[in-house]
T-cell receptor, first 116, second 114 residues
Framework: KAGVTQTPRYLIKTRGQQVTLSCSPI?????VSWYQQTPGQGLQFLFE???????NKGNFPGRFSGRQFSNSRSEMNVSTLELGDSALYLC???????????????FGSGTRLTVV | KQEVTQIPAALSVPEGENLVLNCSFT??????LQWFRQDPGKGLTSLLL?????REQTSGRLNASLDKSSGRSTLYIAASQPGDSATYLC?????????????FGRGTQLTVWP
């Protein structure tokens, strides 16, 4: 079966621009989470969506936002990009992300964002 | 708050050695613990998932144990191979309102040389 698909794989943006990243979860998975990975900070949690509702949010500024559609696909948006936003952005999906979910999370290959 | 620590940060071993990677977490109220592998510049590949009620899980040459009361997990790799070279990450899911979130360690960077 198809895994978690993230598009695009690579992105170069200029400081001050905005960017939208996309994540298609495994079919049937309803929970989608986003993480930022940098060499200095490791993996940091951005937010988690379940059935189009944001259930959890990490400690990122309001420039980082997301949404989930009725088909469970999710998008993440970063406005007014800063050099420090350069990172690998990873999306993960899970069947339910809650009680009774015994299968854990499956990650996509990530989107490498470079801000210049 | 859940904090996850992985020791050692880096490990370099010759091919064929058996090795142990360690993961510790501060809050024992976890739902499950998952071990991942990450190759440079790539996403995370799930290796093993241990539910809070389990003590260990095995997959091929990999064995992961969980001691929830002491806040520790170990990943045992038998007969290591150069293809095992990667960064290994452990992540825990807490019970309660943050159940949909994974808390990650910083990882152990493993190099297996021929």
């Amino acid at each position: 079966k198809a895994g978690v698909t993230q598009t695009p794989r690579y992105l170069i943006k200029t400081r001050g621009q905005q960017v939208t990243l996309s994540c298609s979860p495994i079919s049937g998975h309803r929970s989608v989470s986003w993480y930022q990975q940098t060499p200095g900070q490791g993996l940091q949690f951005l937010f988690e969506y379940f059935s189009e509702t944001q259930r959890n949010k990490g400690n990122f500024p309001g420039r980082f936002s997301g949404r989930q559609f009725s088909n469970s696909r999710s998008e993440m948006n970063v406005s007014t990009l800063e050099l420090g936003d350069s990172a690998l952005y990873l999306c993960a999906s899970s069947l339910a992300g809650g009680q009774g979910d015994i299968y854990g999370y499956t990650f996509g290959s990530g989107t490498r964002l470079t801000v210049v | 708050k859940q904090e996850v620590t992985q020791i050692p940060a880096a490990l370099s071993v010759p091919e064929g050695e058996n090795l142990v990677l360690n993961c510790s977490f501060t809050d024992s109220a976890i739902y499950n613990l998952q071990w991942f592998r990450q190759d440079p510049g790539k996403g995370l590949t799930s290796l093993l998932l241990i539910q809070s009620s389990q003590r260990e899980q095995t997959s091929g040459r990999l064995n992961a144990s969980l001691d929830k009361s002491s806040g520790r997990s170990t990943l045992y790799i038998a007969a290591s191979q150069p293809g095992d070279s990667a960064t290994y990450l452990c992540a825990v899911r807490r019970r309660g309102s943050t159940l949909g979130r994974l808390y990650f360690g910083r990882g152990t960077q493993l190099t297996v040389w021929p």
